[in-house]
T-cell receptor, first 110, second 116 residues
Framework: EDQVTQSPEALRLQEGESSSLNCSYTVSGLRGLFWYRQDPGKGPEFLFTLYSAGEEKEKERLKATLTKKESFLHITAPKPEDSATYLCAVANQAGTALIFGKGTTLSVSS | GAVVSQHPSWVICKSGTSVKIECRSLDFQATTMFWYRQFPKQSLMLMATSNEGSKATYEQGVEKDKFLINHASLTLSTLTVTSAHPEDSSFYIC????????????FGEGSRLTVL
């Protein structure tokens, strides 16, 4: 069964304190791993897609990496506006829909 | 990125009534849209896949007669919660893919349903 597990469930950082979020997955044939950001009461906002182990993508203070079993979302020198829930998802076996983890809620204080 | 719009963003209704939520792709055509449901501090759960011009495909455990989905055009899909009950209260989010099989889904703003 395809599964996505994210850790930690919640993470509190001081502004400028870099850290990483983890996404472990089990899927029969990876068809894409996706990172989204979700603010309270809003729909998820697309961040990155990764397709193969070793791939990396960056956007401002965020960098996503992928191995055969997990993905990391690295946050460098975070700011309070980076506070949100970060969701990880993988495409299902048919490649038609996404299976989401429960997310990591990040809080960055100044 | 592509824009997906949902309406209403929140709705309160009495138990037993029906509620319709609209999902529109504003700057692209979407032959397939997806409806998700999210409970507080929980993951997004796929409810159904909406296909333009054909019947929706529902995930296991989702009642077809309670959650009616219509995808009448390439830019509009609707979800109707029929005879709503308090346990149907949730955050409903639609999404669409710009290009087939690229995987990237773009999400609407979500609709918060509260059934009294």
């Amino acid at each position: 069964e395809d599964q996505v597990t994210q850790s930690p469930e919640a993470l509190r950082l001081q502004e400028g304190e870099s850290s990483s979020l983890n996404c472990s997955y089990t899927v029969s044939g990876l068809r894409g791993l996706f990172w989204y950001r979700q603010d309270p009461g809003k729909g998820p906002e697309f961040l990155f897609t990764l397709y193969s182990a070793g791939e990396e993508k960056e956007k401002e203070r965020l960098k996503a990496t992928l191995t055969k079993k997990e993905s990391f979302l690295h946050i460098t020198a975070p700011k309070p506006e980076d506070s949100a829930t970060y969701l990880c998802a993988v495409a299902n076996q048919a490649g038609t829909a996404l299976i989401f983890g429960k997310g990591t809620t990040l809080s960055v204080s100044s | 990125g592509a824009v997906v719009s949902q309406h209403p963003s929140w709705v309160i209704c009495k138990s037993g009534t029906s509620v319709k939520i609209e999902c529109r792709s504003l700057d692209f055509q979407a032959t397939t849209m997806f409806w998700y449901r999210q409970f507080p501090k929980q993951s997004l759960m796929l409810m159904a896949t909406s296909n333009e011009g054909s019947k929706a495909t529902y995930e296991q455990g989702v009642e077809k007669d309670k959650f009616l989905i219509n995808h009448a055009s390439l830019t509009l899909s609707t979800l109707t919660v029929t005879s709503a009950h308090p346990e149907d209260s949730s955050f409903y989010i639609c999404s669409a893919r710009v290009l087939a099989n690229t995987g990237e889904l773009f999400f609407g703003e979500g609709s918060r349903l509260t059934v009294l």
